[in-house]
């Protein structure tokens, strides 16, 4: 009986890279997608030597022979493997910006773990102000930021060097020769340091940490990447970009700009306005004196005691909303909606996911489909409530107190109703499948407009 080898090198190939997988869903510290980085090209080796088995072999078996020849199919899978083998070596190596980050390549110190020892240096600077209200712009990459105020007329720059390497005299090397970079700009000063300037076998194992005192009026504009950013007590306008990486600001007057991905974005105590766009990270915003824009997705968005208007766009992930004292617009996909104790007009469209409103007290506006609608009213409403939905079951809760006027529609669904004075229509033949009802709850009050469709609806009294 003969045997095929190139059946046996795939089963081979397919066995191994089972067991790379297994092992690191074991916790062993192993970096399957490293491995494959690096030694992809053994493929088309052990492949290669294969098919020189199957001609040698093709004496004594003249099938072999056969085998030994490149096919149509086997130039395609060549191929097929290059472009495989050369898309996961780059993606190993560098970050994309648009996507969560799939292959981390800094926190590894080698394809097996190898140990590395940490070595921290520290190098402080000043650069004089010669006024008041300044730019500076803050660059780094591969370490943290961490920007406060000081009653000085300078810049205080404190640079922490943290080197991986097994080799300390190599670690030394490298600390003298990274140094911080100051320079004058027509509206202020640029901070970095000259990472820039190592090749990427010398850069891979530094860590950069900055932490920077600045006049309480200065300027700020800081961009990072793979590290954090954390920015208190300053005032005026600030701009902040990281990306992989949170973001945490606190007490400031005056008005922000940020923009992340791939890390969590926390403002606390901020006078003005806030514009902030995020993927792939939670944003929690608290106690803000101006107005809200916020450009969400693949994460929570949590905001609490804003005075002015808030819009908020999001997708993939929760938003909950609390005491507002403008407006609310929600623009949402697959976004659960919770909110409570809003004083201005409250807008919301969403998808798949259930919307929760408490204590709303302006003019209510939602359109759904797929996801539960429930809202209470703490006091009689005031203002037009309109909810147009599909397959969406929709409650709405009042006080029966509350005076209002009512049009409800629900195709093949049902209306149920605690108040007295509205008499609902159920489910029947007789209502060709739909439930439709007008009516009114004393006398005047704003108008309930429901429509939804194969869900009940449900008016509740409190």
Not at 218 to 225: D, E, G, P
Not at 278 to 287: C, F, I, L, S
Not at 416 to 441: D, T, Y
Not at 444 to 458: A, E, M, Q, V
Request: aromatic letters at 8%; one cysteine or more.
């Amino acid at each position: 009986m003969r045997r095929r080898h190139g059946s046996i090198f795939w089963s081979l190939i397919l066995i191994s890279l089972g067991l790379l997988f297994l092992l690191r869903n074991l916790h062993l510290d192993i970096r399957p997608w490293l491995i494959i980085a690096k030694y992809w090209p053994v493929l088309i080796i052990f492949w290669g030597l294969s098919k020189l088995f199957s001609y040698l072999s093709s004496d004594q078996d003249p099938i072999a022979a056969k085998r030994s020849l490149l096919t149509g199919g086997d130039i395609v899978l060549l191929l097929f493997l290059l472009v495989v083998g050369s898309v996961v070596t780059k993606a190993v190596s560098f970050h994309f910006p648009d996507f969560p980050d799939i292959f981390p390549r800094r926190e590894f110190d080698g394809i097996f773990g190898e140990p590395e020892r940490s070595f921290k240096y520290v190098e402080e600077r000043s650069q004089p102000l010669t006024r008041e209200g300044h730019l500076v712009e803050i660059q780094n990459q591969y370490g943290n930021v961490d920007v406060n105020v000081h009653s000085l007329p300078e810049l205080r720059i404190r640079l922490e060097k943290k080197i991986k390497t097994k080799d300390e005299p190599k670690a030394r090397r490298l600390a003298g020769l990274l140094k911080i970079k100051v320079g004058p700009k027509s509206s202020g000063y640029a901070v970095s340091t000259n990472r820039d300037q190592f090749d990427s076998e010398d850069g891979e194992g530094i860590e950069t940490n900055l932490s920077i005192w600045v006049p309480k009026t200065t300027q700020l504009v800081v961009s990072n990447k793979y590290g954090s950013i954390t920015l208190k007590g300053v005032v005026g306008t600030h701009n902040l970009t990281n990306g992989y990486g949170s973001i945490n600001v606190s007490d400031v007057e005056g008005n922000l700009h940020i923009q992340n991905q791939n890390g969590s974005v926390t403002v606390n105590e901020v006078s003005g306005d806030c514009d902030i766009a995020n993927k792939y990270g939670a944003v929690e915003v608290d106690t803000i004196g101006g107005k809200v824009q916020l450009d969400g997705g693949y994460g929570s968005l949590v905001l609490r005691k804003v005075r002015g208007p808030v819009q908020l766009v999001h997708k993939y992930g929760l938003v909950d909303c609390s005491d507002l004292d403008s407006t609310l617009s929600v623009n949402g996909q697959y976004a659960e909606i919770k909110g409570a104790n809003i004083t201005g007009d409250v807008q919301i469209a969403t998808s798949y996911k259930d919307v929760d409103l408490e204590n709303v007290q302006g003019a209510l506006t939602i359109q759904g489909k797929h996801g539960d609608i429930n809202i209470v009213g703490e006091h009689p409403p005031i203002k037009p409530i309109k909810v147009d939905s599909e397959y969406s079951a929709v409650t709405v809760t009042l006080p029966e107190e509350s005076r209002f006027q009512i049009e409800a529609y629900s195709k093949f669904g049902k209306f149920v109703s605690e108040f007295e004075s509205i008499r609902g229509a159920e489910f029947s033949a007789e209502s060709v499948n739909n439930a439709k009802i007008k009516g009114s709850h004393g006398e005047g009050g704003p108008l309930i407009t429901i429509n939804t469709s194969y869900r009940d609806i449900s008016l509740n009294a409190s």
